[in-house]
């Protein structure tokens, strides 16, 4: 079992199956040494989990978790494309917050996905980031979080 498998098993937490696009692209893409995983929004079973505005409908520490559960969803895209025992580094996260207006929490709700990946990680999970508030996310999402991973 890799370092990242043995993990994410010790944290409680398994690789939810891969969402089928909901539109004109793939879930992930290998271009050299790396791999871009598309926007995650919060799925299970085909469905989103949550619908809202963070700071109106959904509250701060929903959004937060909700993040983290995106970040489950891009390692995966990656382990469906070239398994997760290929990452080396996480390079850079970029997250999107549907935000009530004046919610200006924005980057709290994203570290949920940040820190997931530094528990998975370690000091390979430590990545560059941008974290945006917008007006609205696809099919009402309260957050949407994409990933670019090195691999080797």
Known sequence: MSAARKRLAELGLTLPP?????AAYVPAVRSGPHVFVSGQVPMADGRLIAVGKVGAEISQDEAKELAARCALSGLAAVDNLVGIDAVTRVVKV????????????VPAVINGASELLGE????????????????????GAPVEVEFIFEIG
Do not use: C, I, Y
């Open 94 to 105: 970029t997250g999107f917050v549907a935000a009530a207006p004046g919610f200006t929490a």
């Open 120 to 139: 998975v990680f370690g000091d390979a999970g430590r990545h560059a980031r941008s974290a945006v508030g917008v007006a609205e996310l696809p099919l």
């Open 18 to 22: 891969v969402t089928p696009p909901l």
